[in-house]
């Protein structure tokens, strides 16, 4: 007969079955209610969540954009001033050129000065002088010393402002390029998005780097470059206003000293032609004087030998008398008359004598003063021609280099007008 077999094991209630099915729909329905509790709470999170990031990044884009447009800014302020500094560095080396030019063109004037002090010591015996000539020739060196003083002071101060604005330059340089630099880091932080490719975890990206300055240090730092930029730029307008205004006052007083030292030259050329004027006037005057003299000199000997001759006569006749025999031997009328005219011949002759010794002497002292004049005529002479050539000389201050033609004659030493008056001078003794 069959058995029936049963399963080992615990056996439930039916009461134990059914708490078993509430338990577990009591416990289900709990944990359904806690779940949806959750999905709620995490909907809310998300949304909240999503929005907090949204905003969040939205500001900081816009904070982003912000600070770009404040160092854009400051990039644009910052190369204009060095625009305006490279301007300025190239005008202050334009008139720091120009000083030196102008300085430069100022040993022309000393050497011109000295050459014509130099030509001047040749001068000779009584017109060695100092004479205004001379005074104005040193003062004339004295003005170019004090304007090679003035404007080398002046190359010396552009020197040195040009290596300020070369040193405000470079820090500018260098804020710009970090400017730059910024303004393209920050655009391409502000072009990221949660979809570009190249985001990813960093290592501590909160943390501050070293060397990291404020806001205001920041802007205190730009503002210090621009700052001083301009004040650079002011000082270098100013000297360059002063270097101007130098070149200017130096270039009158070289134009008023050459002015005044040239009116000396030729006052005292006017003097000098004056002085051979007269004097070829006295030696001409002195030469027909010592033919004159020379003329009466010979017809005055010519009368002492005519009295000489008359003398001589009249002492034959009363010697020849002497020889009358006795009593006719007697002192007449003719006696005393020939023995006065012995006594009026000598007394002529010894006048005659007294007056040739008086015109010799007179004569003497005629080419004497001849002699004098002729020499004076000489050192004159010299000394215009001196002084002809310091004009001539002197031209070079007025008339370019390449126009500049000598006056002078170097191979006979003399000017063209000295020739024109030897050759005038030639004609009239012809």
Known sequence: MATLSLKPGQRFTLPDWHINNNQITSNSERQQSASHLIRQEGRTLRNETNNQTKWDEQDNRTRLEDRIDSVDKWRAALAKCLADVDCEIDSLAQMKEEAERALQATNLNLDVAIECLTLREKRTAIDLVNDRVHDELHKEVEVIEGVRKALQQKISEAFEQLCLLQETRQQLNLDHRNKMETLEIDRTCLSLNINSPNISYKPNPTRVPPGTTSVEQWFQFSQYNKDRAEAEIKASTQLRDAIALTIAQT????????????????????????????????????????????????????????????????????????????????????????????????????????????????????????????????????????????????????????????EMDTFNRTTNRNLSELKSRQLELA
């Open 251 to 406: 270039n009158n007083e070289l134009e008023a000293q050459r002015v005044a030292t040239e009116f000396a030259f030729r006052k005292r050329m006017r003097e000098f032609e004056k002085a051979l004027s007269d004097l070829r006037w006295q030696e001409k005057n002195t030469k027909e004087e010592i033919a004159e003299m020379e003329d009466d000199i010979r017809r005055l000997e010519e009368d002492l030998r005519d009295k000489q001759t008359h003398l001589k006569l009249v002492h034959t006749r009363l010697e020849t008398r002497t020889y009358r025999p006795n009593v006719d031997l007697c002192r007449d009328q003719v006696q005393y008359g020939l023995t006065d005219e012995v006594y009026q011949l000598e007394g002529t002759i010894a006048a005659l004598k007294q007056k040739l010794a008086q015109l010799h002497d007179a004569l003497d002292a005629l080419y004497k003063n001849l002699a004098r004049i002729e020499e004076d005529i000489r050192y004159k002479t010299n000394s215009l021609f001196l002084d002809t050539k310091c004009m001539d000389t002197r031209r070079k201050l007025t008339v370019p280099a390449e126009k500049y033609v000598p």
